[in-house]
Structure formats: structure tokens, C-alpha cells
């Protein structure tokens, strides 16, 4: 059982995978942050219009998911951030 990085809690991995559910490749392994610390926000990824990952120090909702960000590293090289520069659609 791992504590959460954030508030120090065990994490509930039942809870916590239930919540990861709608990102794409992400497992409670690659959280470090309880349900309670974690924010997904649905539809939200400008890329496959799935789910996105709020990180906690992180205002606004990001335009990428988590599986699109490390596609694009992968691709390009280079870490887009959690934001595009330009939406086109
Ligand atoms: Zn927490
Ligand atoms: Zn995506």
C-alpha cells in the first residue's frame, strides 16, 4: 500500500482504478496521488476526445490525455506539455 503524495492517505487502488476507467493505458501503478487527489475530466483530450488527467498542480484542464501526450513525445520528440498551442478543428 502506497501513501498518497499529496495528502498522505493509503490509496484505495479499487477506488482509484475506478476513477483512471475512462483514460486510455493508465493504472493505478502510475499514480502516486489518491482518488481523492486525482481530477479526470471526460471528452476533454483534442486529440481522441477521451478523458484527461488533471495534475494537481495544474489550474485548467489539459487539452491532452495522458496516452496522446506520450504518443506525441514519442513522435516528435519533444514533451507538448499538457497544452496545445492551437486547437484547429
Ligand atoms: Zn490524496
Ligand atoms: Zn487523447
Given at each position: 500500500?502506497?501513501?498518497?503524495?499529496?495528502?498522505q492517505?493509503?490509496i484505495?487502488?479499487?477506488?482509484l482504478d475506478k476513477?483512471?476507467e475512462?483514460?486510455r493505458?493508465?493504472?493505478?501503478?502510475?499514480?502516486?496521488?489518491?482518488?481523492?487527489?486525482?481530477?479526470?475530466?471526460?471528452?476533454?483530450?483534442?486529440?481522441c476526445?477521451?478523458?484527461?488527467?488533471?495534475?494537481?498542480?495544474?489550474?485548467v484542464t489539459?487539452?491532452y490525455?495522458?496516452?496522446?501526450r506520450?504518443?506525441?513525445?514519442d513522435?516528435?520528440g519533444t514533451?507538448?506539455?499538457?497544452?496545445?498551442?492551437?486547437?484547429?478543428?
Amino acid at each position: 500500500m502506497k501513501p498518497c503524495q499529496s495528502c498522505q492517505t493509503v490509496i484505495d487502488e479499487y477506488t482509484l482504478d475506478k476513477q483512471l476507467e475512462p483514460l486510455r493505458d493508465l493504472t493505478v501503478d502510475d499514480f502516486n496521488v489518491c482518488a481523492d487527489c486525482t481530477t479526470i475530466v471526460v471528452d476533454a483530450c483534442v486529440e481522441c476526445s477521451g478523458a484527461v488527467y488533471v495534475p494537481r498542480n495544474v489550474a485548467v484542464t489539459p487539452d491532452y490525455c495522458p496516452a496522446c501526450r506520450a504518443d506525441r513525445i514519442d513522435r516528435t520528440g519533444t514533451d507538448p506539455g499538457w497544452h496545445c498551442d492551437t486547437v484547429s478543428n
